[in-house]
């Protein structure tokens, strides 16, 4: 089992940058690793995801040109580069990682993950 901390979230001006981290306590080469958000009185919602390697990345309609996955293993984290932040963008982000993940369909899917962070808040003023 692998622990994840992210950091990185606060608030910023609409069309502002930021950027999330998610730190894994062991080895995150081994996991799938996917950002989701959850606004007041909304369901969770995919945001973005990437493969064990890197090689493949996956980013909801909604974030695409704007928000961009990576990570970097070697030093056991991920990250997802916000620009042009929207008030709607608002929400609380939640890092999150699991090993079994096979078919693309799962990548965005929150009950396929079975490791979560604690989020981190994100708020957009207008």
């Known amino acids: 089992q692998v622990q994840l901390v992210e950091s990185g979230g606060g608030l910023v001006q609409a069309g502002g940058s930021l950027r999330l981290s998610c730190a894994a306590s062991g080895r995150i080469s081994d996991y799938t690793v996917g950002w989701f958000r959850q606004a007041p009185g909304k369901e969770r919602e995919f945001v973005a995801a990437?493969?064990?390697?890197?090689?493949?990345?996956y980013h909801a309609n909604f974030v695409k040109g704007r928000f961009t996955i990576s990570r970097d293993n070697a030093r056991n984290t991920a990250y997802l580069q916000m620009n042009s932040l929207k008030p709607e963008d608002t929400a609380v982000y939640y890092c999150?990682?699991?090993?079994?993940?096979?078919?693309?369909?799962?990548?965005?899917?929150?009950?396929?993950?079975?490791?979560w962070g604690q989020g981190t808040q994100v708020t957009v003023s207008s």
């Open positions: 990437i493969s064990r390697r890197g090689g493949n990345k």
């Open positions: 999150a990682a699991d090993e079994d993940i096979k078919y693309g369909f799962e990548y965005y899917s929150p009950g396929k993950y079975d490791q």
